[in-house]
């Protein structure tokens, strides 16, 4: 299989293969590399695989977008296509469908949520968010990813020396305003607008990320052709941890699209 290819466009981009088109997007403190692997495989067996740079990480730093806005570049960037994204990347795919159905053509979740109903409580986490803002621009991206990733949510998640070292390449300036303005407490809820969503959804979430379990399992059932997968033995970041099994649900699912 040939190389990587740049994708041109705002978000910094990289393509691979060719076929119908899937659009990786990444979560907080990654980059589009870690969806390499999956997204490598899968255009190794007849799809094109685009993954991007959101804004505040990698190539993509200085880019200052919400997640609405975003949502606009990512789509007008990429165009058509089954969208696949992880946690804050699952959240940004979740807006380019409700705010650009017609370029979606399916919707591939891995810890994903809607956005927060309550008012208060999306306040309080907005709050929270601010705090760990000030956070890594007060400690740096080093100490700040070492304290991310010792949370509960990532028990078990072990990275290698390429994965830390990727993390490693954003900025703390980038990390802190991509959390003021597309954290999960700077968004509005979508929980009322996913019935709107007319293309197939595939939600999956670890085994132990129970929370995002409940989540995962309430997005397949509001959407009108939804479906949701656990994945054994796994925490939030299901696609690290069995990165095989993500791909088997991915390939299933994909072959049952009508494209």
Known sequence: ????????????????GHGPRLVFVHGFTQTGSSWK???????????ESIVVDQPGHGESSEVRTDLAATAGLLTSQCGRGVYIGYSLGARLCLH??????????????????PGI??????????????????????IGVEAFLDDWLAQPLFAGLR?????????????????????????TGAQDSLWSRLGEL??????MAGEHDEKYVEIGRRIGA??????????????????LQDPDRVIALLRSWLNDLNW
């Not at 380019?96 to 949520?113: E, K, M, N, T």
Request: net charge negative.
């Open 198 to 203: 007319g293309m197939p959804v595939l939600a």
């Open 96 to 113: 380019a469908a409700v705010l650009h159905p017609q370029l979606v053509r399916g919707l591939g979740l891995v810890g994903a949520s």
């Open 159 to 183: 990275l290698d020396d390429q994965q830390r070292a990727d993390r490693l390449r954003n900025s703390a300036n980038g990390l802190a305003t991509s959390l003021r303005l597309a954290g």
């Open 1 to 16: 299989m040939s190389e990587w290819r740049r994708f041109t466009g705002e978000l910094a981009g990289w393509t691979l």
């Open 37 to 47: 692997p999956i997204a490598a495989h899968l255009a190794a067996n007849g799809y």
């Open 117 to 138: 109903a309550d008012d208060t409580e999306r306040a309080a986490r907005r709050e929270a968010d601010e705090k760990l803002a000030d956070k890594v621009e007060r």
């Open 222 to 239: 509001s959407v009108p052709d939804g479906r949701f997968e656990e994945i054994a033995g796994a925490g939030h970041a299901a696609h």
